[in-house]
Structures are given as structure tokens and as C-alpha cells.
């Protein structure tokens, strides 16, 4: 069946670490974004990427990175510069145009500890 | 820029009891797109519905209707017949088609169903 993995389900990371969240999808999606859910606010945009080699900052990207070397995949680095990394990580996918929708991973939950 | 507001942030219902949803949004653009997603406890967004703008009809799938007024901007969502599995967080988002790289959720309203 098509879609998309998100692991691990569940991240601790210490202070200071950097720690990279894994999104995989099997739609054959050129689009793939990573959102940041917080209690009450929603889902905010962290990068996105509409082409392998390619990808774009959201809204809230400082602290994070990404890489897009292929159409399978878009990892997201939660870097030490990031002030308030403890936060659920949504990963999604799309056909390039958000007008048509996306496609959810089942999220990462990551704390920092 | 676009805009969507929930403005409820929890309902708590008794199974069985009609439940809406309200969702106003604000966009310049006279193309757009309205979304309602369903977070249930497991984490992923499950898609429910699409509504383009020159699409007024209200939609009814089964238990679920959503209800879209240009004049007033809201795409409203009503459960009839609540049950428990209903329970879970409902987003509403807007995608415009000029601003073809973002969509913009709201901040989510919590629905509780108890028996």
C-alpha cells in the first residue's frame, strides 16, 4: 500500500544534540513538507521541497535543516540552534500543488530531555 | 495573506448529539481551496474534504456535511449523530491557487464524544 513513514514514533534527545527524523513516502509524490504541531496552534511550515535537490524554507525553518537527494525522501535535522525542539513532527506529501491536498505520516514526537 | 481561524479550540459532547465545527478563513485570491482534516490519537492528518471557490454546494458523507458561504468566508463542519470515534483534533486549511507552495491550517478544535 502507498504512503508515508515517519520514524521513529517516538524521540528523546539531549540538549545540545542534533537528531535527524526520517520521512519516507511511496505515492510517488514530487512534493514532500515537514509542519511542526504545537498544542494550540496548529501546524506551522518548516521546509518543503516541490523537487529532488531542491527545497525551500517555511515558515519557522531556523534550528532545522533538510535534504532532498531523493524522491523518496525528505529527513529533517532538528539541530541544537533550535530553542524549543520538543514538539510533534508531521511529515506530508503532495503532487506539487498544494491545491490538491496532502498526504500525512502518521508524525514523530520528539522531547528533549 | 491567508488566513484561517477555529475559533473553538474544544467541544465536549454526549454521543449522539449534532456537533459544528466552525472554520472562517481570509484570502485575497479569488481561486482557493478549503480543506477539513481529522487528527485522531494515532498522529497522522486524515483528509476529509476539498472544496474549490466556485463550489458552493454544501456536501453531505454520511454522518458528516460541511457548509461553505462565500459571503460570510466560513466552511463550517457539522457531525450529526455524534459517536465516539468522532472523538479526535479537526483542522480546516486554505490553499490559494496563486500561492502554490503553502497551505494554511488553523489551529485545530479538539472534539470530545463521550458516551
Known amino acids: 500500500d502507498g504512503g508515508i513513514t515517519q520514524s521513529p514514533k517516538y524521540l528523546f534527545r539531549k540538549e545540545g544534540q542534533n537528531v535527524t527524523l526520517s520521512c519516507e513516502q511511496n505515492l510517488n509524490h514530487d512534493a514532500m513538507y515537514w509542519y511542526r504541531q504545537d498544542p494550540g496552534q496548529g501546524l506551522r511550515l518548516i521546509y518543503y521541497s516541490q523537487i529532488v535537490n531542491d527545497f525551500q524554507k517555511g515558515d519557522i525553518a531556523e534550528g532545522y535543516s533538510v535534504s532532498r537527494e531523493k524522491k523518496e525522501s525528505f529527513p529533517l535535522t532538528v539541530t541544537s540552534a533550535q530553542k524549543n525542539p520538543t514538539a510533534f513532527y508531521l511529515c506530508a506529501s503532495g503532487w506539487g500543488q498544494t491545491v490538491y491536498g496532502y498526504t500525512f505520516g502518521s508524525g514523530t514526537r520528539l522531547t528533549v530531555v | 495573506a491567508q488566513k484561517v481561524t477555529q475559533a473553538q479550540t474544544e467541544i465536549s459532547v454526549v454521543e449522539k448529539e449534532d456537533v459544528t465545527l466552525d472554520c472562517v478563513y481570509e484570502?485575497?485570491?479569488?481561486?482557493?481551496?478549503l480543506f477539513w482534516y481529522k487528527q485522531p490519537p494515532s498522529g497522522e492528518l486524515v483528509f476529509l474534504i476539498r472544496r474549490n471557490s466556485f463550489d458552493e454546494q454544501n456536501e453531505i458523507s454520511g454522518r458528516y456535511s460541511w457548509n461553505f458561504q462565500k459571503s460570510t468566508s466560513s466552511f463550517n463542519f457539522t457531525i450529526t449523530a455524534s459517536q465516539v470515534v468522532d472523538s479526535a483534533v479537526y483542522f480546516c486549511a486554505l490553499s490559494e491557487w496563486d500561492n502554490n507552495n503553502d497551505m494554511r491550517f488553523g489551529a485545530g478544535t479538539r472534539l470530545t464524544v463521550k458516551p
Open positions: 484570502t485575497r485570491d479569488t481561486t482557493y481551496y
